[in-house]
């Protein structure tokens, strides 16, 4: 079966929805929109508490890491969705733009277009915050952005009055001009129900459009060219091997499978092609590379003197982004992070004390300098890849991280939170020195699910994306998803991956893509 579509988008994840959705409004314009999972039928993944059990599900990929010397040589899970809405469909629902300063770098790869003042009409037109509008937040987008009030744990609440009190701002919610402070989590809920970007993107009206083709259960085996122009790809749809082209193909496969189909397809480091087993069609050697995460210890955890409430919300309600060198500074991109977790929540090196009996405070590090590296291990779809995030790698990440798990200690042991600390479970009064709490990290560091940068956008010999997003010398294939970040945002990435989305589309619908 062959078909043709003027915009052909590969990947159903959150920035494949936007740019379906945002594309086919124009009914002229013939879009299909290819994905290798199906729509969600798990009613556990509506469910706001349930997140924490999705993974390992048969809609997620589970990606396995290298042994990472820094973290105890544990091999890690990384979730990755596989199934219409993507990785927003497990995740844990937390709406974070990052502060203004992150997207520096992005201004200096491509142009003021991706710096936040660029990025700012993105994020307002894809939110329906909850909150009271301001000329930077959106009101009656697509997607839910809400702030929660009443439902906070009690537990939340001293954890932000210990903040407070130790003289950290307190925010109005973390997606205005400042990030450093404490606020409730925004979340990604309407009416106590998970709202993914597919459900907000694809309506059925949307789905409705007799321009916008949904191509579930299609899996890519790789790209077609004509010559160095890539017109297509070649899938699988259940015992079926489909042929589709298009005038502008979009990769949206995420930071993992994107680069993973361009090298499929020929396109990467020539050697790195030739130990897999894939002919070279174009050198790009970056891509594949810069691969990067964010860390959070699971975790400094606290038996409770008396039972903890269940959480109201999604059991991690809220994040406190803070500077390690002074943490009641206001201004800047903050470099630690910490959580609070209305439940006990430690990496299989630990046991758990009982749900009810204890709470959590996760710290990590915000902008980490460790670069990892995805490659194939052969030239097929279905060979696994080798992902080496080389974690906490670098001095500065270790040395920040520690930062991060003496500030959580700070604040788990503040008067504020006397009312509900009996003891502190992990890493435990023992834990003192500065080796033991880097031993400590090693086997408590776990994903904050936050991949990106692999296919990153710029104009040098370590990009693989211009301006544009489009794949340098491959004309007719865009890239639009996490792997085309510079660098991470403070926080996670999911709102920043749906203003990129948005304002690639807007570009491409006034004429500024080639």
């Known amino acids: 079966m062959t078909r043709h579509f003027d915009i052909l988008v590969i990947g159903g994840g959150s920035a494949g929805c936007v740019v ?16 290798a999972g199906h729509t969600a039928a798990d009613p556990d993944i509506a469910d706001p508490l349930k997140w924490t059990a999705l993974q390992g599900r048969i809609y997620d990929k589970d990606y396995r890491t290298e042994p990472q010397p820094f973290t105890a040589n544990r091999v890690h899970s990384w979730a990755r969705g596989r199934l219409l809405g993507g990785s927003i469909c497990i995740n844990a629902m937390a709406h974070v733009r990052g502060h203004p300063d992150d997207f520096d770098s992005w201004a200096e790869a491509g142009g003021t277009r991706w710096s936040y003042e660029g990025l700012l009409d993105g994020f307002r ?16 987008g697509p997607l839910p952005v809400y702030l929660p009030d009443a439902e906070v744990s009690p537990v939340v609440r001293a954890y932000m009055a210990a903040g407070e009190v130790l003289g950290v701002p307190r925010l109005a919610d973390h997606n205005g001009h400042e990030l450093a402070g404490v606020s409730p989590n925004s979340l990604n809920i309407r009416d106590g129900r998970r709202v993914t970007v597919a459900d907000a993107y694809l309506t059925p009206d949307v789905l409705s459009r007799p321009n916008l083709s ?104 809220s994040l406190m982004y803070l500077h390690s060198d ?113 031993a400590f990290i090693a086997r408590s560091a776990s994903t904050h699910h936050h991949p990106a940068g692999t296919c990153r956008m710029g104009t040098g ?35 920043a991956v749906i ?16």
């Not at 909150?131 to 009656?140: D, E, N, Q, S, V």
């Not at 790009?284 to 409770?304: E, F, I, K, T």
């Not at 491959?474 to 998803?481: A, E, K, R, Y």
Request: hydrophobic share 35%; charged share 20%.
């Open 20 to 35: 379906a959705s945002r594309l086919s409004e124009d009914p002229s314009c013939t879009v299909g929109l290819l994905e």
């Open 125 to 140: 037109r894809s939110e329906d915050f909850s909150g009271p509008l301001t000329p930077a937040r959106g009101k009656g």
């Open 214 to 317: 949904l191509l579930l259960g299609c899996e890519v085996e790789q790209l077609t060219f004509d010559g160095q122009r890539a017109t297509g790809v070649l899938a699988v749809q259940g015992n079926e091997t489909v042929v589709l082209r298009a005038d502008r193909i979009v990769l949206c496969a995420g930071a993992i499978d994107t680069p993973l189909l361009l090298m499929r397809s020929g396109i990467g480091e020539r050697s790195v092609l030739a130990n897999a087993g894939i002919d070279c069609r174009h050198a790009l050697p970056s891509v594949g590379r810069n691969l990067q995460d964010h860390m959070l210890a699971l975790g400094n955890v606290y038996a409770a003197r008396k039972p903890v409430p269940p959480s109201q919300l999604q059991h991690s309600e």
């Open 326 to 438: 002074d943490i009641t500074r206001a201004r800047g991109a903050p470099d630690i992070v910490l959580a609070c977790v209305v439940a006990p929540s430690v990496t299989n090196q630990f046991t758990a004390p009982a749900y009810g009996s204890a709470y959590t405070i996760l710290c990590g590090v915000t902008h980490p300098t460790s670069r990892g590296s995805i490659t194939p291990t052969g030239p097929g779809r279905t060979d696994p890849p080798l992902i080496d995030p080389h974690c906490n790698e670098t001095e500065h990440d270790r040395v920040t991280f520690r930062k991060a798990l003496k500030t959580a200690r700070l604040v788990g042991h503040h008067a504020a939170l006397d009312a509900w600390r009996d003891h502190e479970f992990l890493p435990g009064d023992g834990v003192s020195s500065d080796d033991d709490l880097d």
């Open 461 to 495: 010999g370590d990009a693989v994306v211009d301006a544009e997003l489009a794949v340098h010398g491959v004309p007719g294939l865009n890239v639009v998803d996490a792997s085309v970040f510079p660098s991470l945002t403070t926080g996670p990435i999911h709102a």
């Open 499 to 514: 203003a990129v989305a948005e304002t690639w589309c807007d570009m491409t619908r006034n004429g500024k893509v080639n």
